[in-house]
């Protein structure tokens, strides 16, 4: 069981940098693997959540979107239960809700919602051009 919570959101113009956070409860957090989803204004249904990023429980592998790789970097704290994701050179089209969400298999960076089992509430990020 672990409970996630995403900060660090707002409004950045094109071409600029914004980190954020997921921090996690649960001292089982270290054995997961974590990912970052994003979903667009509009869109409601969890199947709907586009992957973004992964990292597994050492922070030895990770997985990018191709819409993302080369810009966004993924990295994890598990000293202090946290998750980042980086995003350089951010675009408008970078512009949704990014929720964090955890896989109790660590070993794994899968693209797909569906194995994730604990989600945050998410955090807005809006690009303007």
């Known amino acids: 069981q672990v409970t996630l919570g995403e900060s660090g959101g707002g409004l950045v113009q094109d071409g600029e940098s914004l980190r954020v956070s997921c921090a996690a409860s649960g001292h089982s957090f270290r054995n997961y693997a974590m990912g970052w989803f994003r979903q667009v204004p509009g869109q409601e249904r969890l199947e709907e959540r586009e992957f973004v990023a992964a990292i597994t429980w050492s922070g030895r592998t990770t997985k990018y979107a191709d819409s993302v790789k080369g810009r966004f970097t993924i990295s994890r704290d598990n000293t202090n239960n946290m998750v980042y994701l980086q995003m350089n050179s951010i675009k408008p089209e970078d512009t949704a809700v990014y929720y964090c969400?955890?896989?109790?298999?660590?070993?794994?960076?899968?693209?797909?919602?569906?194995?994730?089992?604990?989600w945050g509430q998410g955090t807005q990020v809006t690009v303007s051009s």
């Open positions: 969400a955890a896989d109790p298999w660590g070993e794994r960076t899968s693209p797909d919602y569906d194995l994730y089992k604990w």
